[in-house]
């Protein structure tokens, strides 16, 4: 039985969840895997079977099948099984999770960077198409490099704000 405080509790995660599901629905995220997140991260566990955010979240299990094989595609759930269990389990490892999501788009930028670099081969650069596209590629290269630098530099970046966080720094 919950008491008033877990229910309150409950309702405050929600509310976040709700919240930060909408946000990364406007970054173009389908909305029962921005759900499933959003709620994967604020909530404590860190492991939960498809019937576990189902309940969570207050949605049907069907609803949540679609949503964590999203989430498992680009890495942001990994998928497992406990011995002698008939159930998977979504796990949220959240070592270096967004390093490794960002590590991942970087390919996906260098993609969308080849195929565009193709587009000024092919139409060349002295027409108006040809110099939108150049622009575009120079762009997708210069965020790549950007991306990929950040995420490099990101460990320690961790690490120094773990030790502030833990020397009560802004606190």
Excluded at 40 to 46: G, H, P, R, T
Excluded at 64 to 85: D, F, K, N, Y
Excluded at 140 to 169: I, K, N, S, T, Y
């Amino acid at each position: 039985m919950s008491t008033a405080g877990d229910e309150g509790d409950r309702m405050t995660l929600l509310r976040f969840v709700e919240r930060f599901a909408l946000v990364l629905r406007e970054a173009g995220m389908a909305p029962m895997p921005a759900r499933v997140l959003a709620y994967a991260l604020a909530d404590d566990s860190d492991r939960y079977t498809a019937g576990d955010l189902a309940r969570g979240l207050d949605v049907s299990p069907a609803a949540i099948s679609g949503a964590v094989r999203q989430l498992v595609q680009v890495g942001l759930l990994v998928r497992e099984r406990e011995p002698g269990t008939r159930s998977d389990l979504y796990v949220l490892d959240d070592r270096d999770l967004w390093s490794r999501f960002m590590s991942a788009e970087l390919a996906t930028l260098q993609r969308f960077e080849d195929a565009v670099a193709g587009g000024v081969e092919l139409l060349g650069q002295d027409r108006p198409g040809g110099r939108r596209l150049a622009e575009t590629r120079d762009f997708m290269a210069f965020l790549r490099a950007a991306m990929a630098d950040a995420v490099q530099r990101w460990p320690a970046e961790r690490d120094r704000l773990a030790a502030e966080r833990g020397a009560g720094v802004g606190a």
